[in-house]
């Protein structure tokens, strides 16, 4: 089984900025794709960014030039830089990872998500 733990998060003013980690977990773990979705309230679930383990990343257009998302290998973490926040980007974020560990199969996995406010 694999763990995902959250951290980060909170309330910020417009224009500030905050960081999310996200530290995945398990015996014999092997991390492929690392990523950050949101979700707003009555919305879908969308993709923010992701990151390939060869570092190769990904933006949705809305957040691309603000937040910045980084991965170490060897703590099997991803983080999410948030600069120049908007009222729009508040939302749960969650983290996600394509991951296995000894035994078991090649599968998707979910963080408990965290509350990003951007408000004054």
């Known amino acids: 089984q694999v763990h995902l733990v959250e951290s980060g998060g909170g309330l910020v003013q417009p224009g500030g900025s905050l960081s999310l980690s996200c530290a995945a977990s398990g015996r014999g773990l092997s991390v492929g794709l690392m990523g950050w979705y949101r979700q707003a309230p009555g919305t879908q679930r969308v993709l923010v960014a992701a990151?390939?383990?060869?570092?190769?990343?990904n933006y949705a257009d809305s957040v691309k030039g603000r937040f910045t998302i980084a991965r170490d290998n060897g703590e099997n973490t991803v983080y999410l830089q948030m600069n120049s926040l908007k009222p729009e980007d508040t939302a749960v974020y969650y983290c996600t990872v394509t991951a296995s560990v000894i035994g078991g199969n090649w599968s998707d996995y979910w963080g408990q998500g965290t509350q990003v406010t951007v408000s004054s």
């Open positions: 990151i390939t383990s060869g570092g190769i990343t």
